[in-house]
């Protein structure tokens, strides 16, 4: 395809996201948050006991569709690939404190967009922060940072989450007396499309991402190492698609799909200045990863085990917000948040210096 061919189509990809992530809402995903990785992610977590916060318990099957979609694709092209080793455990906490800095500004870089696509003023302010911590990723990747390269591995390693994907579809359909759920009136939780639909739109997004190569964080990167703007385009098409659609629902539905305001929004707070530093520790963190939440949610689908290992740090951290108070939620940060976030910042800010100055065999 050539590079006219690709730019169409990720725009008609990004359009097609936003229209699915804005009738999400009207099937009954959580208002003003028809789709975000990093809330579907904590529910899930939720789901299986890693948390007890009982207003967010749920295995959210656009998780799922996502990865398997991802999969599917990647081995029907050709393009699955089991590979890994590229510092794990540094890729781990990377993970944990992307959402350290998600659960403060309640959503993920996808769910930001969404969150503008429904008028939620908010996300302005996060996209700021979010804009200057991918800067600040780009000085550390321009001064050679790296996490060093990976290496193939045998197959099964690569289809390791894919498959945990199918025991999670498996557990919600037969067995979901082993769950925990919120319920209905209990919290967002407790508010989700039908399974099916549900399951449908993520293995659309996830097949969509896989083939495009859809990511917020290296849209903004690209533009700034290289002057490349095709990814980007992409999620601008999302919020294009997400606007028009919520504009319309709002013409034709009792419902109200679109408010521009910063108050009133639904899962979301009007705390300026920490919206825009948990998405800075987003972006910085995510720039180092090489990929957003839902491009390391895609990446694991086509066998790449760092970005699972970087899946199962976004899980991690989820669950540890949860338990410890660091999550927000519609009155504002916790104290505890407040400090997680900036510790957090630092922690990048070390790995950042650690694999750009201090590389071994490295002359500084």
């Not at 200057?132 to 591995?153: D, H, M, P």
């Amino acid at each position: 395809m050539n590079l006219k061919g690709e730019k169409t189509g990720i725009i008609l990809a990004g359009l097609v996201i936003g229209v699915i992530a804005s009738l999400l809402v009207l099937f009954g995903n959580p208002a003003n948050m028809g789709f975000c990785i990093a809330c579907f992610l904590r529910d899930t977590a939720g789901a299986l006991g890693l948390h007890r916060a009982a207003a967010v318990q749920y295995i959210r099957p656009e998780i799922i569709g996502i990865v398997l979609g991802s999969f599917i694709l990647a081995l029907g092209k050709g393009e699955f690939k089991a590979k890994g080793g590229s510092a794990p455990m540094t890729r781990f906490v990377l993970g944990f404190c992307a959402m350290v800095g998600c659960l403060m500004f309640l959503g993920c870089p996808f769910r930001m967009i969404v969150r503008l696509g429904g008028g939620d003023l908010n996300a302005i302010l996060g996209l700021i922060g979010f804009a200057a911590g991918i800067l600040t990723g780009v000085f550390f990747l321009n001064k050679g940072y790296s996490l060093k390269r990976s290496y193939q591995l045998p197959v099964l390693e690569g289809a390791i989450l894919p498959a945990v994907q199918v025991v999670l579809l498996v557990l919600l359909i037969a067995a979901p007396a082993f769950i925990f759920f919120t319920e209905p009136d209990g919290g967002p939780g407790g508010k989700h499309a039908a399974l099916i639909i549900s399951l449908i739109a993520g293995l659309v997004v996830g097949a969509l991402a896989q083939r495009t190569r859809l990511c917020m964080v290296g849209g903004i990167r690209d533009v700034v190492l290289f002057k490349e703007f095709r990814l980007l385009t992409g999620f601008a098409a999302i919020l294009v698609g997400c606007l028009v659609c919520n504009l319309i629902l709002t013409a034709v539905t009792p419902g109200t799909y679109f408010k521009a305001a910063f108050a009133g929004q639904a899962v979301a707070h009007t705390d300026g200045l920490w919206n825009a530093l948990g998405m800075y520790l987003v972006g910085f963190a995510c720039v180092l990863l090489g990929g957003c939440p839902l491009r390391q949610l895609v990446l694991s689908g086509e066998g790449n085990a760092d970005s699972a290992v970087a899946v199962l740090g976004l899980i991690t951290g989820a669950a540890f917000c949860h338990n410890f108070g660091l999550a927000s939620s519609a009155d504002g940060p916790t104290a505890n948040g407040k400090v997680a976030v900036l510790l957090g910042i630092a922690v990048v800010a070390v790995i950042a210096c650690a694999n750009t100055f201090f590389q071994e065999g490295k002359k500084n």
